[in-house]
């Protein structure tokens, strides 16, 4: 059996004497979008901090297509093959937008300590096929610190993307977008996650987004989970139209 | 109250300046370079830039030296001989000068020493104390007006080798002037006195003594005399904490430079009485030749002459004795032959010094003396002149400690 | 025995009152503006000064005295409000360093007023009345105003405390220095405050040099005396941590008290070596916290671009100038140009870790002086000639920029700049007091280039394609990937992180390139003035390097070429014709500040930007 690409057993955390993340255990498939959801408090940054390397888990491993990458540094987690983007977009504001992703290109080729090429030398073409799979193309020259806010949130796809990564961990990927882009994005994000086989995990407010974009869901209540599977399953699910009680609007 | 300098204030042709070597010397007028710190220690150059206009005034006054008038072109090095290594260039490159002076801080006269060494100029150090300057880097082209730290240290051990006191302390400002002058104190009196033993020895930051943990320190080692290195503003903060917490009470204390007016004066009321100090008495220095400069300083600059102002006066007097030896030649290596064995007059009216052909050391003297409080303020009282000549090393040991040439 | 431990303790205690006076008002200020206020050190001296004239003035007596203290102490308020009005007000948006230039541009000012004012002798105020004695304890004599000033820093705290603790204002106050965001709530409210704040800070530096009176004399050399320690204590305590401040002051106090019974000559490095101490194991000083906000969201500079065409042609035209002209221009033109060509690279290195590396360094004077040493040793000690010297220089300083930066770039902001001014101090002080190996202030002599090379014009040109080469190398290496990675890191250190980048090891390296790189031109400046002295890494030449690079512009690459011959040229004239040339250095960085806040790069970029959109 191929083993799935994110996998996170028992992963427990908690804060002094606050048990933020208890007991969970998910997996994700290449190719699949799977959302994290819960109202807030739930525990799903700590969740997601867990498996992206910001925060070591008290108990429980994180395994990356097999691998055991639990607690390792941000940097190395991202060099076995995962992309990341934020909830606050972060990009390098004074570098256009094509070198953004070319930074990440090289730094992908183990050249960042390279201080004899000339990045404007550089071939072009591998950042302007990214950026054209997210849209970006034409605004390649721009500097990204004028960028528009949903504009930016598809250069840090395209950033996250550029070392071909087996996941993509995207925590709140349209908080701060307005609504239409929020589903050209997701639906954009779909897109490549199937053409390439990349599993997403990813955090979501926007109940629309989540239930239109996301094959599986896992909704987290307390640092536990609470219900998971299909949107239709998880739509009709008791305890968590009870969790959502006036808080959160189910579709 | 800022005397002014001669400005030359057409400046900002900056290219002009940089260039054009010294299209407007005149070739009757013999130009000196004189490069000082004076925005650093403006306290104690201004006395001596005043003294030196001054005596370059009555020398043009008079005709000048054979027939050819003497300009003064003066810079500002900040304290940082990088920079006077600059103005030596400039002056000697630029504005055509005949001869280099000046120099307080020992290390900027050293950087300058070595500028004239390397293009066989003449250098006359004026106030620079430091050892070095004659012996130990010494060479054809520098001459030093002042007794230098060695000698004043000399003139002191004589007056300390007659106390009665064996325990000794020592306070002096942590860098190369204080701990040479801690060293020859040390190495003179043991060699008069070998039974004295030093118990404590005090480095303090130069310019940022803490005076309060100072003094308690060297209280704390109960010696029975102290010798000071430390001046300006240490000195004063060691003197209030010092005389506040008891530390001059019973004890002899010897010091550096302190009888100098410059040091002196600040004090005020609160300068110390009894110390045994170098210095410059002023008030009470007589001779028909100190009173002359005396009454003249006063009547033109209206305040007391200090110890920068005697040395001025007679940087210009040597620059005017050798200049008349050459019949005014500037040719560098006729002016050092000219200085080499020369006596000069000086402001104090003793005995006329001499610079010593084995190390261009001028044999100028200082007074020994204690001090004390006249009308609330700070004098020198039973000094005499120690005469420069009988404080230094003998021939031999000179010619060990200077390179050879 | 233990009597005298327990003076000596006391004498620390009053030492510690003073520093905290001080401190406490710099540690304010930044707190709740962000400005490191340069200029705390003027406030403090004209404090001492004011007092002694109006101490002077007053009738003598209780009255006389206080009132006269208490007066200084308002008007140094006041002078602090003036500041902030009329200059730091006006450039709250600019980046951090600009404001610290600023600030270093009254000090010039202030120096200069002083000396015009009260002149340049050395001024001993009157004692306290009620306090000249001494009190007898356990057989030492304790000067009674020490004991004064003993109560007086905790009397100082606590009446700070309630202040920030029971009024509107001291909450206003509290919540700005906690959290940066707060400020901005504040709206219309936000000028008053911090100018409010200004008074406060600038009063209680004044109440710090005032009350010095009846210890020390009054002289012009305490501004930049006090300075330094007041940093170290800020720093040691945690920036804008007034508990912080006392104990820091508390620490040194009685470092000092005992360290000089233990080592007497290691006075000038101790509280330098407590300070990196202290930062290397806590990186936010005793009581201080990491910043709310990780980065106060850096100004976003332009993407740097390949050289217009326009900027080509300038180019060429300076290096075919810089080949040609000095040549015909005479023997000391030929100094000057040699000096501002070393400037020209340093500058560049200082400006290679702070414009596409984002770090602050107050102390890159110790790689120009590693180099200078590294060359002057080897000449001094093995009677090396000119071109292992000249090899020696960047090996020296580019060893020292990996210690040193090894500890520097893992901590940010004003904190990683204080660490750097730490090690720089420590390397000074070493050259200054280490006199069998260094000559200490003597400085080591005839370090003259080799005979080849003795003609200035053959140096001139040495140094002229050492340094316009290893410019031009830097230069090219900002657009390499590894100057891009710089760049990354700075700009957002998450997404960086996130892209595998090592933010420490791209500041690490480009710490060492830039040491390297300085080391190289204080090679050539020992060579050029055939002397090596301490000042080459004192505060002052760190400085130059800081004015050099923020004059030019931080954001663009040409700007520490630019910098670097605008100031050597300017330092270079003013200083050769004016008594009052650091007055009017002040004035001019003030005006540069206040009018050209891109730097003269950015401001010549922007005008070139309208005439050709």
């Not at chain 2, 000046?102 to 020493?113: D, P, Q, R, Y």
């Given at each position: ?6 996998a996170?057993e028992?992963?427990h955390?908690s ?7 208890a ?5 994700v ?13 739930a525990g799903k940054s700590?969740c997601?901090n ?7 888990p ?24 995962v992309g ?13 937008v ?6 990440a ?18 071939d ?8 054209e ?10 500097p990204?610190?004028?960028l528009a806010y ?8 395209a950033?996250a ?5 087996a996941?993509l ?6 908080a701060?977008m307005?609504?239409?882009?929020r589903?050209?994005?997701?639906a ?10 990349i599993?997403?995990?990813f955090t ?10 996301a094959d599986?869901?896992?909704?987290l209540?307390?640092?536990?989970v ?14 968590v ?6 808080g959160?609007e189910?579709? | ?13 900056a ?27 403006p306290a104690?150059?201004?006395?001596y ?5 001054m005596a370059e ?15 003064t ?11 006077a290594?600059?103005?030596?260039g400039e ?5 055509r000068v005949?001869?280099?002076?000046g120099?307080?801080?020992?290390h900027?006269?050293l ?7 390397r ?9 620079p104390?430091s ?11 520098i001459f ?5 730290t060695?000698m004043?240290c000399?003139m ?5 080798a007659?106390l ?15 701990q ?5 104190f ?6 008069a ?5 030093f ?6 930051a ?12 060297l209280?704390?080692a109960r010696p029975e005399?102290?010798f ?6 240490d ?5 209030r904490?010092?005389?506040?917490r008891?530390l001059f ?20 009321d609160?300068a110390?009485?009894?110390?045994i ?10 001779t028909?030749?100190?009173v002359r ?12 002459p ?10 210009v ?10 019949a ?17 007059p000086?402001v104090f ?9 084995i190390?261009?050391?001028?044999t100028l003297?200082?007074?020994v ?14 000094w005499?002149y ?8 003998s021939?031999e ?9 | ?16 009152s003073?520093l ?5 008002g ?5 707190g709740?503006t962000?400005?490191?206020?340069f ?7 004209l ?11 007053l ?16 008007i140094?308020?006041v ?9 730091l007000r ?6 951090e360093l ?6 270093f541009?009254?000090?010039l000012?202030?120096?200069?007023v ?5 002149g ?6 009157p004692r306290?009345?009620g ?8 057989g ?15 009397v100082?705290?606590?009446l700070?405390w309630?202040l ?24 219309v ?13 600038a ?10 009176l009846?210890r020390?004399s009054?002289?012009?050399?305490m501004?930049?005396?006090i300075?330094?320690?007041?940093f ?5 305590g ?13 620490l040194?106090?009685q470092m000092?008290a ?22 290397i194991?806590?990186?936010y000083?005793l ?7 990780a ?32 040549p015909l ?6 100094i ?10 340093f500058a560049?290195?200082?400006?290679f870790?702070m ?7 107050f ?11 590294g060359a002057?040793?080897?000449t ?6 000119m071109?292992?010297?000249l ?7 580019g060893?020292a920029?990996?210690v ?7 901590l ?17 002080s070493?050259?200054?007091q ?12 005839g370090v ?7 003609p ?7 140094a ?7 410019t031009?190398l830097?230069r090219?290496s900002?657009?390499?990937p590894?100057?891009?990675?710089m760049?990354?890191?700075r700009?957002s ?5 996130a ?9 690490w390296v480009?710490f ?5 790189a ?23 030449r760190?400085?130059?390097a800081?004015v050099?690079?923020?004059l030019?512009g931080?954001?663009t690459?040409s700007?520490?070429?630019i ?9 270079e004239?003013?200083?050769?014709a ?9 004035l001019l ?6 009018f050209?806040p ?16």
């Amino acid at each position: 059996m191929i083993p799935p690409v994110l996998a996170a057993e028992g992963l427990h955390k908690s804060f002094g004497g606050v048990q933020a993340v208890a007991d969970v255990s998910l997996a994700v498939a290449g190719g699949e979008l799977l959302a994290l959801i819960g109202p807030n408090g739930a525990g799903k940054s700590t969740c997601f901090n867990l498996i992206n390397g910001q925060l070591r888990p008290d108990r429980g491993r994180v395994r990356l297509r097999g691998r055991d990458i639990t607690g390792l540094a941000p940097r190395r987690i991202w060099r076995l093959g995962v992309g990341r983007t934020f909830q606050i977009t972060a990009t390098f504001g004074s570098l256009s937008v094509l070198q953004n992703v070319q930074m990440a290109l090289l730094s992908h080729a183990g050249r960042a300590f390279d201080l004899l090429g000339q990045v404007p030398r550089e071939d072009p073409a591998p950042a302007l096929a990214l950026l054209e799979r997210v849209g970006m193309a034409e605004q390649a020259g721009r500097p990204c610190g004028v960028l528009a806010y949903g504009d930016l949130k598809r250069v840090e796809l395209a950033v996250a993307l550029a070392h071909g990564p087996a996941l993509l961990l995207m925590d709140e990927p349209t908080a701060g977008m307005a609504p239409a882009e929020r589903a050209a994005l997701m639906a954009l994000t779909a897109r490549l996650a199937r053409e390439s086989g990349i599993a997403v995990l990813f955090t979501e407010h926007d109940m629309g987004v989540v239930f239109g974009h996301a094959d599986r869901i896992l909704v987290l209540d307390r640092g536990r989970v609470i219900a998971e599977g299909p949107p239709d399953a998880v739509r009709g699910d008791a305890r968590v139209r009870a969790v959502y009680l006036g808080g959160m609007e189910v579709p | 109250m800022i005397p002014t300098l001669p400005r030359r204030v057409a400046l900002l042709g900056a290219a002009a300046s940089l260039a054009a070597p010294a299209l407007h010397a005149q070739p009757s007028v013999i130009r000196i370079g004189e490069i000082n710190s004076y925005s650093a220690i403006p306290a104690f150059l201004l006395p001596y830039r005043q003294a030196w206009q001054m005596a370059e005034e009555e020398i043009n006054a008079a005709g000048g030296i054979a027939g050819r008038r003497i300009e003064t072109i003066f810079r500002d090095d900040n304290g940082r001989p990088e920079d006077a290594v600059r103005h030596a260039g400039e002056l000697l490159n630029n504005e055509r000068v005949d001869l280099l002076a000046g120099g307080f801080l020992s290390h900027v006269g050293l950087a300058v020493s070595d500028v004239a060494r390397r293009n066989r100029r003449l250098y006359l150090a004026t106030e620079p104390l430091s050892d070095a300057l004659v012996w130990a880097q010494g060479h054809r082209y520098i001459f030093r007006l002042r007794p230098s730290t060695y000698m004043q240290c000399a003139m002191l051990v004589e007056e300390a080798a007659k106390l009665p006191a064996r325990r000794w302390a020592t306070v002096a400002p942590n860098y190369e002037y204080g701990q040479s002058a801690v060293r020859w104190f040390r190495e003179l009196l043991s060699r008069a006195k070998p039974d004295v033993e030093f118990v404590a020895e005090q480095f303090p930051a130069l310019g940022r003594i803490d005076a309060g943990a100072t003094v308690q320190a060297l209280a704390g080692a109960r010696p029975e005399a102290i010798f000071n290195v430390t001046f300006g503003a240490d000195l004063t903060n060691f003197v209030r904490q010092g005389s506040t917490r008891g530390l001059f009470d019973g004890r002899t204390m010897v010091s550096l430079l302190t009888g100098e007016p410059e040091y002196l004066d600040p004090l005020g009321d609160e300068a110390p009485e009894g110390w045994i100090v170098t210095g410059y008495p002023w008030q009470e220095l007589n001779t028909p030749g100190h009173v002359r400069f005396r009454e003249a300083y006063q009547a033109r600059f209206n305040t007391h002459p200090r110890l920068g102002s005697a040395l001025g006066f007679d940087s210009v007097t040597v620059i005017r004795r050798m200049l008349e030896a050459t019949a005014a030649d500037t040719d560098t290596e006729k002016m050092v032959d000219a200085l080499r064995g020369m006596t000069f007059p000086t402001v104090f009216g003793e005995a006329d010094p001499e610079f010593r052909a084995i190390d261009h050391q001028s044999t100028l003297g200082a007074y020994v003396g204690r001090t004390a409080l006249r009308q609330g303020r700070g004098v020198m009282v039973d000094w005499r002149y120690a005469d420069g000549r009988d404080y230094l090393p003998s021939d031999e040991e000179v010619r060990r400690l200077r390179p050879q040439d | 025995m233990w009597q005298d431990l327990l003076a000596q303790s006391l004498s620390g205690l009053a030492t510690a009152s003073s520093l905290f006076l001080v401190a406490s008002g710099l540690t304010v200020i930044f707190g709740v503006t962000r400005i490191v206020n340069f200029a705390h050190g003027s406030l403090y001296m004209l404090g001492a000064y004011l007092a002694w004239t109006l101490v002077g003035a007053l009738p003598r007596g209780h009255l006389g005295f206080w009132g006269g203290v208490l007066l200084a102490v308002l008007i140094v308020g006041v002078i602090g409000v003036l500041i902030e009005v009329l200059l730091l007000r006006r450039i709250y948006k600019s980046p951090e360093l600009f404001q610290l230039l600023a600030t270093f541009g009254v000090v010039l000012i202030v120096q200069d007023v002083a000396l015009w004012i009260w002149g340049p002798q050395d001024l001993l105020g009157p004692r306290a009345p009620g306090l000249r004695g001494a009190v007898d304890i356990f057989g030492a004599r304790f000067p009674l105003y020490d004991l004064f000033l003993i109560c007086v820093g905790p009397v100082v705290l606590g009446l700070l405390w309630l202040l920030f603790h029971r009024t509107r204002w001291g909450t206003r106050v509290r919540a700005a220095t906690a959290d940066r965001e707060m400020v901005g709530a504040l709206g219309v409210n936000q000028r008053l405050l911090f100018t409010t704040v200004f008074f406060l800070g600038a009063a209680l530096a004044g109440l710090g040099g005032a009350l010095q009176l009846p210890r020390e004399s009054v002289n012009l050399q305490m501004d930049l005396a006090i300075i330094a320690e007041a940093f170290v204590v800020v720093v040691i305590g945690g920036l804008g941590s007034l508990p912080g401040a006392f104990l820091a002051a508390l620490l040194i106090g009685q470092m000092q008290a005992f360290g000089i019974l233990i080592f007497p000559k290691i006075t000038l490095v101790l509280v330098f070596l407590v300070m990196a101490v202290v930062l290397i194991l806590r990186p936010y000083g005793l009581l201080g916290r990491p910043p709310a906000t990780a980065h106060a969201a850096p100004a976003i500079e332009p993407p740097y671009g390949p050289p217009s065409r326009a900027l080509r042609v300038i180019g060429l035209v300076g290096l075919a100038a810089a080949l040609v002209v000095p040549p015909l221009m005479g023997e000391f033109a030929l100094i000057v140009f040699t000096e501002i060509a070393i400037m020209v690279l340093f500058a560049a290195s200082l400006h290679f870790i702070m414009g596409p590396g984002g770090m602050v360094s107050f102390g890159h004077a110790a790689y120009f002086g590693m180099g200078a040493y590294g060359a002057a040793l080897l000449t001094a000690h093995f009677a090396a000639p000119m071109e292992a010297g000249l090899l020696a220089a960047p090996l020296v300083a580019g060893l020292a920029g990996a210690v040193f930066g090894f500890f520097c770039v893992r901590l940010s902001g004003v904190y990683a700049a204080m660490l750097t001014l730490a090690f720089a101090q420590i390397a000074w002080s070493t050259a200054f007091q280490w006199i069998e190996l260094t000559g200490g202030d003597n400085g080591i002599l005839g370090v003259w280039p080799s005979d080849w090379a003795a003609p200035k014009l053959t140096f001139y040109y040495l140094a002229l394609g050492l340094c316009v080469g290893a410019t031009l190398l830097l230069r090219r290496s900002i657009f390499s990937p590894f100057g891009m990675a710089m760049r990354a890191q700075r700009d957002s250190p998450l997404r960086a992180e996130a892209i595998g980048l090592d933010g420490f090891r791209i500041r690490w390296v480009a710490f060492i390139l830039a040491a390297v790189a300085a080391g190289i031109a204080g090679g050539l400046f020992a060579y050029a003035k055939g002397s090596v002295f301490p000042s080459v890494m004192a505060i002052p030449r760190s400085v130059d390097a800081l004015v050099m690079v923020l004059l030019g512009g931080v954001q663009t690459v040409s700007g520490p070429i630019i910098g670097a011959l605008a100031f050597t040229w300017a330092h270079e004239q003013l200083m050769r014709a004016f008594e009052m040339w650091r007055l009017l250095l002040g004035l001019l960085i003030v005006a540069l500040v206040l009018f050209f806040p891109q730097g003269l790069a950015g401001a010549a970029q922007r005008l070139a930007g309208r005439r050709a959109p």
